[in-house]
């Protein structure tokens, strides 16, 4: 038997991955733009591919990984974009 | 001519809306001469080649008249050889004929030139179904969206342009022997 | 050899064309070990452009790297099978799949080898870092060749060198793809591939093309009309004697001249055009110093096995028979001209290729109703029973003087069709490479 648990709801949606970048539609980003990641990174949007799921960026901050800094482009997935920085 | 330009607009539509369904006449009757004669020497009839594109390439989405390949991209000495060759009743794809219905609609004056009441040229936009049956169970319903100009003559109206914008990209047809 | 397959005696089961078990062999046995055309270079001409093709019943995906070299990818996500592109053209660095977020890179500074695995969403917290992202990239072909911009592809591996595969038809593949002036290469694809659906099988499509003058009398409304560009009667201008040229053990053929070593006097082609006219008379007068007294072949139509048939004179195109069903074809009609033409000349072309070919080609139209009411009436079960009859020329096919490993069998003759069917059979029953190849094609060129 499965009862249903108060906040059930919300705790899925929130292990299922939504965060605030459900409010952004990527293709809307132009590159230069500023993100928050899920970890507190911030990344600088390089070139936005158009496909509405990632976007190519460089990181500028990230508090857990230092060596992620630099030029190099990395593969960025909308869901772990919590807000335009 | 009617001063009133309400009025004006109504019978420009109505002239543009009759040459429509006496071409479709024509076409369907198969009373192709006749329907040459609709055309200025000088006709362009003009149908691209739709691709999918990622959108926002919306530039890229038909083929380029004058450069690319087409369904049709072609003027009055082409047209009068399709033609002839189905008046020659051995052409096979045409060989016993074909039914055609062309349902002609949404047809929408865009421009009168110099002005509506006095018009010589306009540019109209429509839409066609052109439903077609062959033999016995072969049928093709094709539809989309016409672009013309119409130039008046002495007796009325002649097409001077025609763009044709199938809907598909892959033609779901075998041939196209049919006229839009 | 094949129970169905009688080209010995010129005689095939309507089976072949109409029974969807036969059909689904093809598909493993044919076209996923044949070299296949997927497309033109000149239609991804730009690093990160693409297009979505054709190999069989398959969509691949034929892409242009950062680097240059050209890549052709099998359009279904490794994931769960998605179509990762549904467009017909563009230019793009990623290919997203849009069910799940799979996202695989083209370009070099994202992956070391286009279609690897770049964006998996969840990697870390789904799936735990755990997936082997190296071995889930887009699959690729086995083998591809460029060949004076044309671009072909086998999934096998194993497969022979496309050279080899196309042997000594090299020479007439070469007279539509090679410059009118005799340099190599450097003709164009016009934009815009004409596509489009008919019901009949492929190899309907592919026999025809692969020389049929017989069938010469079912144009006979657009001869009386004349669409030539020279004007007059006829759908093209004149041509000098043509025959059945085949060869045998590798399944292609065509319709052309058999090897000379001095150009004939130029033929007047494009008459209503003046312009064109001057045009393609002093391309002939750098024609005969270009080729000097070195062998050439025209030729006007033809087959490389198994799909893939080609017009090299007028008009000018490449033609794919796309399997789409046992009694459904997918055609897809691209059209060649000389890069450097004066834009008058590629004009003239176009327009004439138009009149002629696709499906408003007053040309085309007419073999098309054949090839439909042909498939159509041999579908009954006692249609079935019987066969195709392509005698026409039995026994006298005699080997072509110059060209290794050809015969020819006169203007009129189903030589040709023998030699595809017998190629078709090979296929059919033979499941490795092993007597497949025949030693003779490139090896008795090279000892020419
Ligand atoms: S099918 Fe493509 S990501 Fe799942
Ligand atoms: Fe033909």
Known sequence: MHLPVPGAHTT?????????????????????????????????????????????????????????????????????????? | MPTDPTLAALLLEHEIRQFYFVEADLLDERRFAEWLDLLTDDVRYFAPIARNIRRGEEASELTREGFDAAWFDEGKVTLRQRVEQLAT??????????????????????????????????????????????????????????????????????LARREIQLDQSVLLAKNLTLFF | MHPLVDAENGTISREIFVNPDIYAEEQERIFARSWLFVGH??????????????????????????????????????????KVCRYDQGNTRLFTCPYHGWSYGIDGKLVERPGQLVGVPGF????????????????????????????????????????????????FLDFALDHRDGSEGSSEAIGGIQKWRLNTNWKIVAENFIGDLYHDISHRSVDLVGIGPSGGKGRRDAQRPRMQIGFPGLGHGGLGETPHNSEPDYAPA????????????????????????????????GTIFPNMSFHGRQPRTILMAHPCGPTQT????????????????????????????????????????????????????????????????????????GLPGAVQNGPMAEENQRIFYNRWA????????????????????DAD
């Not at chain 1, 190519?56 to 593969?75: F, I, K, Q, S």
């Not at chain 3, 002629?356 to 080609?361: T, V």
């Not at chain 3, 090979?426 to 060129?445: N, S, V, Y």
Request: proline share 4%; glycine share 8%.
């Open chain 3, 330 to 401: 997918e055609m897809w009609r691209i059209y060649l001209v000389d890069a450097d033409a004066p834009e008058a000349v590629k004009d003239a072309a176009r327009h004439y290729y138009l009149r002629y070919s696709g499906p408003a080609g007053m040309t085309e139209q007419d073999d098309m109703e054949n090839w439909t009411y042909a498939t159509e009436a041999s579908k009954g079960v006692i249609a079935r029973r019987l066969h195709y009859n392509y005698q026409m020329g039995l026994g006298h096919a005699r080997p072509v003087p």
């Open chain 3, 124 to 171: 870390e917290q789904h799936y735990h870092g755990e997936l082997d992202r190296t071995a889930w990239g887009l699959r690729h072909v086995g083998r591809i060749a460029l060949y004076k911009g044309t671009i072909w592809a086998n999934w096998d591996a194993d497969a022979p060198d496309f050279l080899d595969w196309l042997g000594g038809m090299r020479a």
């Open chain 3, 426 to 445: 090979q296929f059919m029953t033979q499941a490795g490479w092993d007597g497949l190849m025949p030693t003779t094609a490139r090896a008795l060129e």
């Open chain 3, 41 to 82: 270079e000149s239609l991804i001409a730009k690093p990160g452009d693409y297009i979505t093709s054709r190999m069989g019943e398959e969509s691949v995906v034929v892409t242009r790297g950062r680097q240059g070299g050209v890549h052709v990818l099998l359009n279904s996500c490794m994931h769960r099978g998605m």
């Open chain 3, 270 to 301: 494009w008459a209503l055009y003046p312009e064109v006219e001057a045009y393609y008379r002093e391309l002939h007068e750098k024609r005969v110093r270009n080729l000097g007294d070195r062998p050439r072949v025209t030729m006007s139509v």
């Open chain 1, 12 to 85: 899925a949606l929130a292990k299922r991955g939504a965060t605030m970048s459900d409010g952004i539609n990527l293709l809307q980003l132009e590159p230069g733009a500023r993100l928050r990641l899920a970890n507190g990174a911030i990344v600088e949007l390089v070139e936005n591919p158009r496909d509405g799921s990632w976007l190519l960026c460089r990181y500028l901050a990230d508090p857990t990984d230092p060596a992620v800094l630099g030029d190099e482009e990395h593969m960025i997935f909308v869901r772990d974009i919590t807000a335009l920085a």
């Open chain 2, 89 to 158: 009743g051995i052409h096979w794809a045409e060989e016993p004929q074909s039914r055609t219905s062309h349902l002609v609609t949404n047809i929408r004056v865009l421009e009168a030139l110099p002005e509506v009441a006095a018009a010589v040229e306009v540019r109209v936009r429509s839409r066609f179904l052109v439903y077609r049956n062959r033999l016995a169970d072969e049928t093709d319903i094709l539809v989309g969206k016409r672009s013309d100009t119409l130039v008046r003559v002495d007796a009325g109206w002649k």
